[in-house]
């Protein structure tokens, strides 16, 4: 009987996803419009749709689908080859088989859909944000919150002007250690704190060079995945997940796992944005075709005057205080180390061991459930606006190693002071119909 409701599920798997790539692509999906819809109650299913569920993808899929009161009702990638991976998941989950769809915005036009949960490449993140919020979805999405600075206040004013929930996908801020640590620094565990540093230590090794070539690979819809970015051939060292060390789809690893600690540490700092930043990097002990950093090094100073330091590497090394992926915190009185995004965490206080940092977490996917039932952005623990400061000191550290300089930055209008050359690197060029809009 398994076996017999294991073909049958399948054999609907591969009809539900020959109808999108096939009999549905000569529909002409529209552009998502303003719509409202109706919130569930306490005792009602949301129904969400899972954009991009390869790598990460696939935990947003399994997250959402062990929530209660929480069905799949969705899946929706580019890559077709995707689809019978999650729906296994699911299957061994005993949960429902959902619909599998190539489009987004053919998901952004069902009206049972309550959200979205976006796990794409970056240079995806904040259009899809902007598209969803505007057909009255609230929004999961990935860290970072926008492939650049322009696309992330975007992706906060849609969120506001459609008045939707909208969670950023840095799960630090549910860890039940690390909200005790940030407490603990507000208490003045360590003193008066004046500088935290970003540990993002991961050994990235080469991707080697792989041709240009003539089509995509068989299901793959690629004018989709590439979106907003500009036209190339089809490369496999620019999709799946090497995009992170191309500047069109990615931020280099400081935008990847660099900006779950670079979250802590504004959090920590009590900062929002900088108004000074400079760093330096490249790419070391081998030549492939990825073009981001892995190796870099950023100080961003704040209006008070403290510093961030941020350093990525992604060579071999040892770690600082038992942090390879993690954040320092100085203080007057001692230090804290926060070891990995979760914790646990260790502070000294004048020479001697402090005290123990224990706090209790939620589920980051369930605290976005809690807050799309009661509508309160206010609710969330990483609101899309915390997502758009902590991303943008991603990319300023980015534009100001791409630039090899020091840039003066105005944290009220979020552009640079007098320098044209780097408020150009803000946004970039847009290809129809891909544009996220100026106005929202």
């Given amino acids: 009987m398994f076996r017999t409701r294991r073909r049958s599920f399948l054999k609907s798997v591969a009809a539900a996803a020959g109808l999108s790539a096939a ?44 929530a209660r009161g929480v069905r799949v009702a969705v899946l929706c990638d580019v890559d077709e080859s995707q689809f019978e991976p999650r729906l296994k998941d699911l299957e061994k989950l005993e949960r429902p088989a959902p619909t599998v769809e190539t489009d987004l915005r053919r998901v952004l036009d069902d009206r049972s859909i309550d959200c979205v949960s976006i796990a794409t490449p970056n240079h995806w993140h904040a259009l899809a944000t902007v598209w969803a919020c505007q057909a009255g979805k609230d929004v999961y999405v990935e860290k970072p919150s926008s492939h650049n600075i322009f696309e992330g206040r975007k992706a906060v004013e849609a969120a506001r002007r459609y008045g939707r929930i909208v969670q950023h996908g840095t799960q630090g801020r549910s860890s039940g250690d690390v909200r005790e640590a940030i407490r603990m620094l507000r208490e003045g565990v360590i003193g008066e704190v004046y500088m935290a540093r970003v540990l993002c230590y991961k050994n990235r090794g080469s991707i080697g060079i792989e041709p240009d070539e003539p089509a995509p690979p068989p299901g793959v819809h690629y004018d989709l995945w590439l979106g907003p970015a500009p036209v190339r051939p089809f490369n496999r060292n620019r999709f799946h997940y090497n995009w992170h060390w191309h500047w069109d789809y990615g931020n280099g690893d400081i935008g990847n796992q660099g900006v779950h600690q670079v979250d802590i540490a504004r959090w920590g700092l009590g900062q929002r944005l900088p108004v000074r930043v400079a760093s330096m990097g490249g790419r070391y002990t081998y030549r492939d075709q990825g073009e981001t950093p892995n190796t870099q090094v950023a100080t961003l100073q704040f209006e008070n005057g403290t510093l961030m330091v941020i350093e990525v590497r992604g060579r071999p090394t040892n770690d600082e205080w038992g942090c390879t992926i993690g954040n320092l915190f100085y203080g007057s009185k001692g230090y804290m180390a926060i070891r990995g995004t979760d914790g646990p965490v260790e502070i000294v206080v004048d020479g001697k061991p402090g005290p123990v940092c224990r706090g209790e977490g939620v589920n980051h996917f369930h605290n976005f459930h809690a807050a799309m039932r009661r509508g309160e952005p206010k609710d969330l623990n990483a609101d899309i606006e915390e997502g758009h400061y902590s991303s943008a000191l991603c990319h300023l550290a980015n534009i100001a190693l791409r630039l090899r300089r020091t840039l003066e930055f105005d944290p009220r209008t979020e552009r640079f002071v007098g320098d044209a050359e780097a408020d150009a690197m803000l946004t970039r060029h847009y290809r129809e119909p891909f544009v996220v809009p100026q106005q929202v």
């Fill in 23 to 66: 009999a549905r692509a000569a529909e002409e999906p529209r552009l998502p419009v303003a719509a409202t819809t109706p919130r569930r109650g306490p005792n009602e299913e949301i129904r969400v749709a899972c954009i991009g569920i390869r790598g990460q993808g696939g935990n947003h899929v399994r997250h959402h689908a062990q």
